[in-house]
């Protein structure tokens, strides 16, 4: 017996054996297949998703004789035809019921009328098996049952009662509308809908034969809104609306009537009138907006009656000043009086809603305190800064330095060109005070304007200063050297014209 021996030289290659040689034909025959089919392999396989049913109908318990013509399955994706129809089945109490197939969609719309239609009373059971599959062999993920009953009449639903109830403000509260027969939720809530669009609530009265309808934001004023339930609500027993129902509601305008003129009173000087965009015009040139009187008030004339809830406050000044409203009996002009007198001098708005009317103070100007002179002495100066920051200047003379003490207080009040401060008030509404021990004083004796007063006295074309020495006996007990006396003139002091002192003004000094 011979046998052969192959010897082979390292590094040579080695024959193919039949194995490989048959691996490799077989991929070369898929490659082929591959080539000749147009990539439909790699297709399918990016396409591997179940079959869905996304809709049908009738999609509620119970159908009226007028809505049953024919049962519809709508897929996600084009369907085959012939392995969807065999999956679908249509059962009646007598057995399978015989119909015809459409589609349409594109082929993801099935549809399926019985031959002999619907017959009222029945029950009919609908099912498609998962043997329906797409063009591509996905099968329907899951089966499909579901089942309806024809009503014996055909008895729609109707409108018996409606009701819009508003707030005292004419703003809509509710809308209640009853049908005849119980009403079905869901389609109610898909039929309704507001326009122009706005979120409300929805409440169910009266075993759902009536809904509520509340808005739950505030509706626009001066429109007019439309709720309309459309046809497609139905009634528990699927039968639908004849037709549309519609509700109009309309919104007040609470917008207000724009301000015709606004003039002082008395006077009649006539204000700016704002622009169209609400901001006050700016007066012509460098003009400044137009003076009254610190006591005048303002009287608003508006284009039509002002509503009843915007009257309170709708004219206001700023900065803030307490004011008086009297209206007239049309509503359509009201007097605004300010409680206190106005700062002469200071700019101020009268604001009607976003509108602005800009004004300044002329006039008799209030007494105002402009200055302080005491007697006491310090040397060689002639001027201190008080606490509160106003110059303190000071009498030559001997300073207060036992408990008992005669100075001399010179007070320095700007008022009215015209006007004089009576002796009397000014005694009245002076008073001293200080902040640990206690004060008290006698007026010995009044000068007006004293000639050697180290208070400047000075006059404009509507002012004027006058000077008030008081001569005083002062005692005071348990007050330390340098402690802080106030010097005060209350609110009451009044000129000879009847102008007022706007506030207590008053002036801390060091006691000595």
Excluded at 230 to 245: E, F, K, Q, V, Y
Excluded at 412 to 436: G, M, Y
Excluded at 463 to 471: E, F, K, N, P
Aim: hydrophobic fraction near 40%.
């Amino acid at each position: 017996m011979t046998q052969r021996f192959d010897v082979w030289a390292r590094g040579a290659k080695r024959p193919p054996r039949p194995r490989a040689i048959s691996i490799i034909l077989a991929l070369v025959v898929a490659l082929l297949v591959v080539h000749q089919s147009g990539c439909s392999v790699i297709d399918d396989l990016l396409h591997m998703q179940s079959l869905r049913v996304i809709a049908y109908e009738p999609a509620h318990r119970f159908v009226s004789a007028a809505d049953a013509a024919a049962v519809s399955v709508r897929f996600s994706q084009p369907a085959h035809r012939v392995h969807t129809e065999q999956a679908f089945s249509l059962e009646d109490s007598r057995g399978t019921v015989a119909g015809q197939f459409t589609w349409s969609g594109g082929g993801d719309r099935l549809e399926f009328r019985p031959h002999h239609g619907f017959r009222p009373g029945e029950s009919y059971s609908v099912r498609m098996s998962t043997r329906a599959e797409d063009l591509r062999g996905n099968a329907l993920d899951r089966e499909l049952q579901f089942s309806f009953l024809l009503r014996t009449h055909d008895s729609r639903p109707v409108v018996v009662d409606e009701d819009v109830m508003v707030h005292p403000t004419g703003e809509l509260h509710r809308l209640e509308v009853e049908f005849s027969v119980p009403m079905a939720r869901d389609r109610m809530i898909e039929a309704l809908s507001v326009t122009p669009s706005v979120r409300f609530t929805i409440q169910w009265l009266n075993e759902d034969h009536r809904i509520a309808l509340s808005p739950s934001e505030p509706l626009l004023p001066g429109t007019s809104y439309s709720v309309k339930i459309a046809a497609s609500a139905t009634c528990r027993d699927g039968n639908s609306l004849a037709g549309d129902h519609v509700v109009y509601v309309s919104t007040p305008d609470r917008s207000v009537p724009a301000v015709v003129a606004i003039t002082t009173n008395p006077g009649g000087i006539q204000l700016t009138v704002p622009a169209d965009d609400g901001s006050a015009a700016p007066p012509a040139g460098d003009a400044t907006p137009p003076g009254v009187d610190a006591t005048d008030g303002f009287v608003l004339q508006f284009t039509a009656p002002v509503p009843v809830e915007m009257r309170p406050g709708i004219a206001q000044f700023a900065p803030t000043v307490p004011a008086v409203l009297e209206w007239n009996s049309a509503m359509d002009t009201v007097t605004v009086t300010p409680r206190q007198p106005l700062v002469p001098g200071r700019r101020y708005e009268l604001r009607v809603q976003e509108r602005r009317y800009p004004f300044t103070v002329t006039g008799p100007p209030v007494p105002s305190l402009s200055g302080l002179a005491f007697s006491a002495h310090l040397g060689e100066y002639e001027h201190v800064l008080a606490v509160d920051g106003a110059v303190l200047t000071l009498i030559p003379g001997a300073p207060l330095n036992t408990r008992t003490d005669h100075a001399a207080l010179d007070v320095r009040i700007t008022h009215a060109k015209s006007a004089t401060i009576p002796i009397a008030s000014f005694l009245q509404s002076l008073r001293l005070a200080a902040r640990n021990g206690t004060v008290s004083f006698t007026v010995r004796a009044v000068e007006r304007d004293p000639a050697d007063s180290p208070l400047a006295v000075t006059a404009t074309d509507t002012t004027r200063d006058s000077v008030l020495r008081v001569h005083l006996s002062i005692s005071r007990t348990g007050i330390e050297p340098f402690d802080l006396v106030t010097m005060e003139l209350r609110s009451g002091l009044t000129d000879d014209l009847g102008n007022r002192l706007a506030v207590n003004e008053g002036r801390l000094m060091n006691a000595r």
